[in-house]
């Protein structure tokens, strides 16, 4: 196979990262320089809440929102509790052991212990609520905590084993190494409650885990976990550490964890070593510590000197990134177009591994761009329909909703097959394989459900089911999935690793307001009639100028004339109807005063965010228009706005 890996970093506010696997487009990463992901950032915060009934705090970070941090994920060391307590309670967690992997450090002082002094004093009841954050958005906070996007950690932390309905796949070992050890942990909140031991304004370092979304804000944790290319560094966890769970093969979990052990592991910290490093030497392994450890440093150092709300210590961005999680050993080559990004890959690589460095090389200017000269571009564009062609002639039409992600199969043009049911098994094996690459490439995560072809043979149902669970093995993010029902739909949950695709380059249709529909021309004409059979008996003087979308002028003026010439009547008044396309139909205006529709008229406008965003939406100034005489007895159409 011939992978390679394209960065294209020529735009100053834009930057995209491509994996392509013998020219197929495999793996897909965007940012933009307005909106950078925040997950795996380091923060220096302040409490700005304590709420008891959620058992959490609201934390400003710095973040456009205030951030959630669940009271299980607030390490002892911020505990205000005497010290031989929190001595008590680390010397349980240290004590705990784990058959997946060995303690690679004692038990110690606070690695924190600085950061946790840092608080500032306040008195009063440690739960008082302020008015940062309303109750509604905390209710909001705390449901997102159990929402669609965590459902994949829900399995093992309640203690689902593999032979439950729905089966985990893939994921990220980094992280899911970091999460396993969290859930191995002491549940320290079964000894207190939050407003008992946290304060309002206590100081603590976090880490984003979960990005903020619509009106959710980040959730937070203060374990922290610092991501090199083959080691996990956990800087203030007193347990656990040693080898990936995923690296299965007896001899090199040895070697590892004999590399492990003689690694110089500070006391109060703890190591993973990731799949990546599964086959690396001692060297190779001790080096991504010891970039880890300077890391660690330098997150210290600026902590002491800062001022909660601060950034500490950014993530990375994703040419960093790519490079530390795209780049594997049978990636070819990984070209850069940019001169300084170029430069930024090659310094990383240097870091990570100095060997490789040869690999990174620059896009030579050639009268076309990167992703053109590999033929990228329609492989992206086609990213954003909602359809997909399966090879058979079958085809896919992905829907995303708030509540979930709906994908359905379809057999199109694929009748090759002898029968019904050998078709739509040979339609949804390939749909399968298909769907896991695109969940990949579009970053679809939560509740996800697959409406396959209907099947009569249970076995070819088991020979689906074992096909998309085959086939999403490779995917980082973590996946449930389920069997498929009676009705032939499979539901699974992704992971959320970051922003959509759709969430990260679109925006809601202000026409539509997201619903994907809009009113049909007939159906914004009647609304407008209605609007000027409302207006007409307030009305002062004896004319009533009225503006509107020219499609909905045009259609009144040709077709309903009649109507308006009734109207015209009864009010004993003059009617002028001009155009104004800064007029999102069905919307009307007389003179300064807008009339939005009610959405209750389109069944297709059922959500109440919708409703709220269509009331409030700003209206446009009126531009100059002309008048068009209704009174006029041949087909008349009104001039276009100047």
């Known amino acids: ?99 997946d992997s060995e303690p690679v450090s004692e038990p110690a002082p606070d690695t924190m212990a600085a950061v946790a002094s840092g608080e500032e004093t306040v008195s009063g009841d440690a739960a008082e609520t302020g008015d940062e954050t309303p109750e509604a958005e905390a209710a909001d906070a705390a449901d997102g905590e159990t929402g669609p996007d965590n459902g994949d950690e829900n399995g093992e932390a309640n203690g689902e084993s593999d032979d439950t309905a729905a089966d985990s796949s893939g994921g990220d070992d980094a992280d899911e190494e970091v999460q396993a050890q969290r859930r191995r942990s002491v549940n320290f909140s079964r000894h207190y409650k939050i407003q008992e031991v946290i304060a309002r304004r206590q100081i603590m370092l976090i880490q984003v885990v979960k990005e903020e979304r619509g009106n959710k804000g980040a959730a937070l944790t203060t374990y922290l976990s610092l991501a090199g290319r083959y080691c996990v560094l956990m800087p203030n966890t007193h347990h656990g550490g040693g080898v990936s769970r995923k690296i299965s093969n007896p001899v090199d979990r040895k070697k590892l964890k004999s590399i492990v052990g003689s690694l110089d592991i500070p006391d109060g910290m703890a190591v993973i070593v990731r799949t990546a490093g599964s086959k690396r030497t001692k060297a190779e392994i001790t080096r991504d510590f010891t970039y880890l450890m300077r890391q660690w440093d330098d997150i210290r150092t600026l902590t002491m000197e800062s001022i909660a709300p601060a950034l500490i210590h950014e993530e990375g961005n994703l040419i960093k990134r790519a490079v530390r999680d795209y780049y594997a050993s049978d990636v070819e080559e990984i070209v850069v177009e940019g001169s300084d990004a170029y430069k930024m890959a090659r310094s990383h690589m240097k870091n990570l591994m100095p060997s490789h460095v040869k690999k990174v090389k620059v896009h030579e200017e050639s009268g076309q761009t990167l992703l053109q000269k590999y033929q990228v571009e329609e492989m992206l564009a086609s990213m954003h329909e909602p359809q997909v062609t399966l090879k058979s002639g079958g085809y896919l039409v992905i829907n995303q909703t708030e509540a ?32 896991a690459h695109q969940l990949r490439l579009r970053d679809l995560s939560g509740l996800i459900v697959i409406d396959f072809i209907d099947m009569e043979s249970n076995r070819n149902q088991n020979a689906v089911e074992r096909k998309v669970k085959e086939a999403v093995k490779s995917d980082r993010a973590r996946i449930q999935i389920g069997s498929i029902s009676q009705f032939g739909l499979l539901e699974m949950s992704r992971q959320r690793l970051r922003s959509s695709l759709a969430e990260t380059v679109t925006r809601i249709c202000p026409h539509c307001e997201g619903s994907g529909r809009v009113h049909s021309i007939e159906a914004a004409a009647l609304f407008a009639l209605r609007a000027i059979e409302t207006e007409a008996p307030k009305a002062r003087g004896d004319s009533l100028t009225v503006q509107m979308h020219s499609t909905i002028a045009f259609y009144i003026l040709n077709n309903k004339r009649s109507i308006l010439s009734e109207i015209e009547e009864r009010f004993s008044m003059h009617i002028i109807i001009t155009s104004n396309d800064l007029l999102v139909a069905p919307q009307v205006r007389f003179g300064d005063v807008p009339v939005i529709p009610d959405n209750s008229e389109s069944r297709n406008d059922n959500s109440r965010s919708r409703k709220r965003r269509s009331r409030n939406r700003p209206e446009p100034e009126a531009e100059t228009t002309t008048e068009a005489d209704s009174s006029s007895e041949d087909e008349t159409t009104p001039s276009t706005p100047s």
């Open 404 to 435: 979930l992600v709906a994908i359905d199969v379809n057999s199109g043009r694929a009748t090759r097959e002898r029968n019904i049911e050998e078709t739509a098994l040979k339609t949804n094996m390939e749909a399968a394989e298909e769907i």
């Open 1 to 99: 196979m011939s992978k390679k890996l394209l960065i294209d970093a020529r735009q100053d506010d834009e930057t995209r990262v491509v994996l392509l696997n013998n020219n197929k487009l495999e793996d897909f990463d965007y940012e933009t320089s307005h909106r950078k992901p925040i997950k795996g950032n380091i923060y220096l915060a302040r409490v700005t809440r304590v709420e008891p009934s959620l058992q959490a705090a609201f934390v400003e970070y710095g973040g456009n929102r205030q951030g959630f941090l669940a009271f299980s994920e607030i390490h002892p060391d911020y505990y205000r509790i005497p010290v031989e307590d929190r001595e008590k309670l680390l010397a349980e967690q240290s004590g705990r052991g784990d058959d």
